[in-house]
């Protein structure tokens, strides 16, 4: 039930709020937990009883740029002294976006119903994941909201710091790439035909690279609609394989032993999951639950087994860095690190100085990476191409030279 109720705070400020409990007696516990001294309680319907709450699809998914921004406004409204109800209704009136607004709302409509702001999140986990509700839920209990909300979008936005940049280092790679296969799908599709008709006129002798070139272009003139369908129908297997449970952990599992990109996507997933343990740690959440967590934030099964590996040893008595080492996934350096940490009881700290570490290193590995693909590509590119024109001139000068 929902019982409305005055309390006086220990800093002895009134406040008038509600809070849902199954009895009187467990309602007056919880508030006394919280410092509050109640003054009057009684039972109330909800104040949007009946109302109909406008929640996102399932599935939505907030962009990361729009996640950082309102987290931040967020915890600068919470550090100005304003309530969080107050700060979410300032911060929905200035968005534009529908489904935006109408999670926002969806999130005060539970708070004014005396739900807790980590409870209404997790109702929405495409959006809040379990680490973000993890660490406002250690805020709401040590009271100190606005700085977890400060910590969440310092995490959230280095995440989407890595995420432009290496968007960025691919934009030109993918435009070389773009246009290579247009330019030779051009050429097979309009230029050959038309030297296939030459050559037969002429009834010339061709080589068997260029006869190749020719049975292809043939082929796919005579072909280019069952192509077509072809290729849209991979696309769309491909897109719904990989959006599926099992498509994605083939995918994390796969990347991994790639040369070159299976070290960057290694580090990036240890840059992740030991920023998630870092901030939870330092947050206040406990071991256990906090490498649960972590957990979470990967679907890489070698990954998966470590943090299994952890809790088995944490449990067991062991040490957490000794159980990374023995993985073999992460530098002996960075276990150094992590087991100096431990020893001298600032783990959060050491696995959050690991995360910003391997930014770093990404960020310089995902650079290194693109200036070293782009001449790849360009050589490529040359090459079919060259391949492509000296293919179909060759016959001409054997032609040229005959007559001669």
Known sequence: MILSYDAI?????PTTDSIEASTRQEALERLRQKGLYVTRIAESQPKHA???????SKGFKMPLNVLVQITRQIAMLLRAGSEVVPA???IMRQITNVK???LLRHVIVDLEDGMQLSEALQKHPSVFDPVYCAIVAAGEA?????????????VVGKRRALRRKITGAMAYPALLIVMCFKITLLILLFVLPRFAIMFERLNAQVPPTTQVLLNIGTFLMAHWLALICGVVGLVVITVVTLRS???RQWLSDIQ???PIIGRLRSRMIQGQVFRTLGTLLESGVGILESVDLAARATTNSRYRRMFSDLVQSVTSGGGIASAIDRSGLVDPAICQAIRTGEETGSLGGAFTFCADTFDESNEELVTTLMRLLEPVILLGMGLVVGTVAVSLFMPLFDMTSAMH
Do not use: E
Not at 50 to 56: E, I, K, W
Not at 142 to 154: E, P
């Open 256 to 258: 991994i032993y790639i």
């Open 245 to 247: 449970d099992a498509g």
């Open 50 to 56: 009946g109302q109909q709450r406008a929640a996102p």
């Open 88 to 90: 979410l209704q300032a």
């Open 9 to 13: 705070s220990r800093s002895g400020q």
């Open 100 to 102: 935006h607004k109408a």
């Open 142 to 154: 040590s009271g100190t909201l606005s700085r977890m909300f400060d910590r969440l979008a310092s």
